[in-house]
């Protein structure tokens, strides 16, 4: 019998299929397996280590090939011959510690990374306890020879690392160095590098381990040699010695290990605080000595010495008696710096509030070294939000600390000093924006938060707190705020839905929900008699909702309320009225409806059957009438228990939702059990929403500027645009906007400025311009600008019929062939960006891709050419936008659809980034423009736009009305400058690829043949004449070229710069930003440079050009 050939030897790898196998092992599954069936990790780790000493790879390949070694190591030593690769580990870093540093193949980097990847293998594979330390002693050797030099400047960095290495190694085995501890003291006393801090550290971390294991050993008479190295007997199992410490030797080395702060940096300093710290507890050492040594660190500006202080702190309380206050006003100081860094300003109040509630916790007496401060709590003007939060719950802090001093009987001056209520009032003026502001804004929940932590600050959630509710409840400060909340919302609706999520946090809590009852009591008495009868009271429904839930309220005044309101609704029903009588008389009924089912029906009958009776007769919605006149004989004939339980009903069928606009009986929609509805996600996996066409610059970030007003639909920077005069339905609704108007006359009487004459030129670009704005739609009262991106959806097969759960093999085999297809599909999409409302996009049908050959090799359905024929696995979609300001974003999309089955998939999907691209529009041609007049009439578009941005002196002032309303606009203009070294054949290229349609004029003879030649551009102003009248200012130079550096020697009359010299023309590009601005590019063409002179009257737009310009040109 023929004996088998032996296999091959493998093929070794090459630098790029290294790099290919590091990707792939980082990105697991089928990649890596890939690779370990060709080479098993035995072979691959040989290939490794063999491609550490090749002198053809490269440096940063091979620090790779470490790091990959490192991540890897518990796949690749997990075999029978790990030993073996072990040994030739241990000798390549044997030879390249050995080897001289060329600086090429072998360099301190690479020692250095080889140095910790080896400790950090032996110290992850555990090798220590399995092959009883001979690997470990090897190493240990190796580094102890690299350090056993001191004061060696060249390799000083690579001897701090070999000191790191040695302290990991001590870390993960306590005293593994403590019989050689007296060599490493004398190392410190030579060091005199940089590194003397790595030294350092090693050091300490043997002390602080013979400290914690109790050895009895000499520091200073060591007879044990460094070299070679011998691991501890009671280490490797023998018994230690606990005989005690050797206190003298060991206060010795710590007096030592005092002097040498000075050496280290901060992150060093934590370092050797955490170590020596304990040490110091453990040999009673005293105090004052670390106190005198290390508090002036308080006194930094680095936080990282601070924290060492604070933790000193911690250990020796008795120590830094008397000083609370200094330390106090330390943190205070730090964190009213306001070139500091805000991280590091909210970290020193954060310590603040942390040392003030521990030395309150140790003695309360102590605590008035905080009151004494309250006063510079109070936050600055242009302090940041955070921070203005922080220095609110240290006010809040001082109210509680002044609270309990005076319950306990304490009358110092700077106690009685401090008034609670009036630190309450003041405390909260820095978030008193939040009245203009959103509601939902972040000022407002700050404020909430504040009142949050002013009540029940001083009373816990734990059952042991001797706190009660009735000293809550009788604090000024809560009898403060019962009135303010009552005074929020008569001034303001709007904030109707935040005092009642306020009041549900209380409610929501078992110990403070008496707080919750307490305010609902409040509102209903002074409140609800204040509040008047119009639309505007369906604000505060939300708000009558909880007090109808709440039986210790009395509901006369709600009913009372209701009962008026359904008067006036009766009153102003009329033509115009819409929906609005059926929606407001649900929510009456509904909240009619909350009374019954927690009330008791006798407390409710005389006031709510008058109401009732009053609707069946004269509402004038049907609807309405009829589930009045119901709930009005449930309330004359049924019990109020069993009228409880019936209305209670609906609540208990399974699957049925409450509908927030029903106006059925139980106020219900209908059951859909038949359904099977399911949220996937994992969605995004299987269904695919992707662009056409790419983008350039894919934007992570977008610059967006809050408005400050009250309106979020428009940005500070669209001043320019006013209206004339406001609709009459704003004043009515209490949903719509409060939009600020100026209305024309008035507009024009303030401004009052004299007549001024222009000249011809200024009265052509005028006309020009509002001739165009004319055409340009007012968003605000029409549709206005908007902008496609086009996408297409695809449906992965075999992904989607795992996440189904379907199984496979119990199907037969057409029911395999068969691709799967969804139907009905709606796509919603929502963005954070100002995009307006986006609308969604229907596809009745699409069918799945066809199965790839691994995971179908026997289908029928077999995998043809890609073409054409591929268009029918995919669907189009177009995202329409209508952007209130031109800034990148992203799109978030929701999709619901239904599989085969009849089952209801939704879900959420990848979502669209919007770049700055597409925002670009072609400018809007006015009708009575005739077809060959329409390049000619861009240009001056252009002369005019590009006037306009540039001196705001000729038309600064000027206002441009605009298409659909009486609104006007104004232009503010801004300039840039880019300069791109692109030769021109390739900036013309890229141009007529992506800019070709915005092009609105070409100037210079030379520049003109070649944009003609390539026959792309058309329709535009052609100018060979050598002036361009676009820009006046840079005219003069048109032969001179933009801008440029040259060098002493450099010979400026020749070669390249002399063709960099060389103007060959311009390029003019009009692009139109929706809603309503403009992007303008004059670009100075020459051979190898291009310099792009930008003007736009959307400022922040420029916070994208630059990247956009750059990925256009220069990729």
Not at 546 to 569: A, G, K, Q, Y
Not at 697 to 703: G, I, N, P, Y
Not at 909 to 922: C, P, Q
Not at 1023 to 1030: K, L, M, N, V, W
């Amino acid at each position: 019998m023929a004996e088998k050939p032996t296999p091959p030897p493998l093929k070794p790898l090459s630098p790029l299929d290294w790099e290919t196998l590091i990707d792939d092992f980082q990105y697991g599954g089928p990649r890596c397996r890939k690779w370990t069936s060709l080479y098993p990790f035995p072979s691959l780790l040989d290939l490794l280590l063999n491609a550490l000493l090749r002198k053809d790879f490269s440096h940063s390949l091979k620090i790779q090939l470490l790091l990959f070694l490192e991540e890897f190591s518990d796949s690749l030593f997990d075999h029978e011959h790990q030993s073996h690769f072990l040994d030739r580990l241990i000798n390549t870093l044997r030879i390249v510690i050995q080897a001289p540093v060329d600086g090429v193949h072998i360099t301190f980097t690479f020692k250095e990374q080889l140095m910790v990847s080896t400790t950090s293998i032996l110290i992850c594979l555990d090798e220590f306890d399995k092959f009883e330390a001979r690997y470990t002693v090897k190493l240990v050797e190796f580094l102890l020879t690299m350090i056993n030099r001191p004061n060696h400047g060249v390799d000083r960095h690579t001897r701090a690392i070999a000191c790191e290495c040695l302290r990991e190694l001590e870390r993960a085995n306590p005293c593994l160095f403590s019989e050689i501890v007296g060599h490493l003291w004398g190392l410190c006393q030579n060091e005199r590098t940089h590194a003397s801090q790595n030294y350092i550290l090693l050091f300490m971390s043997v002390i602080h381990n013979i400290v914690a294991q109790k050895l009895n050993l000499s520091i200073l008479n060591t007879s044990v040699p460094m070299v070679p190295f011998n691991v501890p007997q009671w280490l490797m199992g023998s018994n230690k010695e606990i005989s005690g410490l050797n206190y003298k030797e060991l206060r010795r080395a710590i007096a030592f290990l005092l002097e040498w702060p000075h050496v280290m940096t901060p992150c060093g300093m934590m370092e050797f605080m955490a170590m020596i710290l304990p040490v110091a507890v453990a040999l009673e050492l005293q105090s004052s000595m670390l106190k005198v040594q290390f508090f002036g660190m308080i006194y930094s500006y680095d936080p990282m010495l601070c924290h060492v202080v604070l933790m000193m702190y911690l250990h020796f309380l008795d120590a830094f008696d008397g000083q609370e206050g200094e330390i106090s006003r330390r943190l205070l100081l730090i964190s009213r710096e306001a070139q500091h860094y805000l991280v590091f300003r909210l970290l020193a109040i954060q310590w603040l509030l942390g040392f003030s509630k521990l030395i309150f916790c140790k003695e309360v007496g102590k605590a008035r070294s905080v009151i004494t401060l309250c006063s510079a709590f109070y936050p600055n003007l242009f302090d940041p939000l955070a921070l203005k939060a922080l220095k609110l719950d240290l006010l809040a802090l001082c109210s509680i600390c002044v609270d309990i001093l005076r319950s306990g009987g304490s009358s110092q001056e700077e106690v009685d000093s401090v008034n609670p209520v009036q630190l309450f009032g003041d405390s909260l003026v820095c978030v008193s924006s939040f009245k203009w502001l959103p509601p939902g804004s972040t000022e407002t929940a700050v404020m909430f938060r504040t009142l949050h932590k002013f009540v029940i600050s001083s009373s816990s959630h734990s059952d042991y707190d001797p706190s009660t509710t009735t000293y809550l409840l009788d604090s000024k400060i809560f009898c403060t705020l019962e009135g303010m909340l009552v005074n929020m919302m008569l001034d303001g609706w709007r904030l109707v839905p935040v005092v009642v999520a306020f009041v549900d946090r209380f409610l929501s809590c078992k110990k403070h929900s008496w707080l919750g009852e307490r305010l609902l009591q409040k509102f209903d008495e002074h409140l609800l008699p204040k509040l008047r009868v119009d639309y505007k009271l369906i604000s505060y429904f939300p708000l009558f909702d909880r007090i109808s839930e709440n039986e210790t309220i009395p509901p006369l005044r709600l009913l009372e309320l209701l009962s008026n309101f359904m008067f006036f609704l009766v009153e102003k029903h009329g033509p115009d009225t819409g929906m609005k009588s059926w929606s407001h008389g649900s929510r009456v009924l509904g909240i009619c409806r909350t009374m019954l089912v927690h009330r008791h029906s006798s407390r409710l009958f005389l006031r709510l059957s008058r109401m009732l009776a009053f609707t069946c007769l004269f509402y004038p919605d049907l609807e309405v009438r009829d589930n009045a006149r119901i709930y009005l004989r449930m309330l004359v004939c049924i019990p109020g228990k069993k009228l409880r339980d019936i209305l209670k009903l609906g609540d208990l069928i399974h699957g049925v939702s409450p509908s927030s606009q029903s106006s059925s009986f139980y106020s219900v929609q209908s059951p859909r059990l038949s359904q099977k509805f399911k949220t996937f996600r994992d969605l995004s996996s299987c269904i695919h929403l992707e662009r056409v066409i790419p983008l350039l610059v894919k934007q992570f970030w977008s610059l967006s500027l809050s408005s400050f007003g009250v309106s979020n639909d428009k940005p500070a920077y669209l001043e320019g645009v006013k209206d004339s005069e406001a609709p009459a339905e704003e004043n009515e609704s209490p949903e719509s906007s409060n939009t600020e108007t100026i209305p024309e006359m008035g507009r024009i009487s303030q401004t009052q400025e004299p007549l001024r004459v222009t000249d011809s030129k200024i009265a052509d670009i005028l006309n020009t311009l509002r001739k165009y704005f004319s055409c340009i739609p007012d968003f605000r009262c029409m549709p206005g600008l908007r902008v496609k991106i086009n996408c297409s959806l695809r449906l992965e097969s075999s992904n989607f019929i795992r996440m189904l759960g379907i199984d496979t093999t119990a199907l037969s085999l057409e029911e395999i062939d068969a691709l799967p297809a969804i139907y009905a599909t709606v796509l919603k999409f929502s963005s954070s960006a100002p995009y307006g409302p986006i609308p969604s996009y229907r596809i009745p049908f699409l069918l799945g891709e066809r199965y790839d050959n691994n995971t179908s090799q026997n289908l029928s359905i077999v995998p043809v050419e890609n073409g054409a024929k591929e268009d029918k696995f995919r669907a189009s979609v177009v995202i329409e936008l209508e952007p209130r300001e031109p800034t990148p974003g992203v799109v978030d999309v929701h999709i619901e659809t239904n599989a085969e089955n009849g089952q209801i998939i939704q879900g959420q999907l990848r979502g669209i980034t919007v770049g700055i691209e597409d925002m670009f529009l072609k400018a809007i041609v006015p009708p009575d423009i005739a077809e060959d007049a329409i390049p000619r009439y861009k240009l001056d578009l252009f002369t005019a736009l590009w006037e306009a941005c540039g001196t705001s002196s000729n038309t600064g002032r000027e206002t441009f009305p605009l298409k659909g309303s009486k609104g006007v606009a104004a232009i503010s203009g801004t300039r840039s400058v880019k300069l791109l070294d692109t030769p021109v054949a390739s900036l013309v290229q890229a141009t007529e690829r992506h800019l070709a349609c915005y092009v609105v004029g070409v100037t210079g003879e030379p520049l003109i043949d070649i944009v003609r030649g390539g026959g792309i551009i058309q329709n535009i102003i052609w100018d060979d004449t050598s002036d361009a009248s676009h820009d006046p200012a840079s005219a003069a130079n048109f032969d001179t070229g933009p801008l440029f550096l040259t060098y002493k020697d450099e010979d400026t009359k020749g070669g390249v710069s002399s063709a960099r010299k060389r103007n060959l023309g311009r390029i003019l590009i009009l692009i139109v930003l929706p809603p309503r601005f403009h992007l303008l590019f004059q670009m100075e063409v020459c051979d190898v440079s291009t310099l792009v002179r930008i003007r736009t009257d959307h400022w922040p737009s420029l916070a994208y050009i630059d990247d956009y310009l750059e990925a256009l040109y220069l990729s």
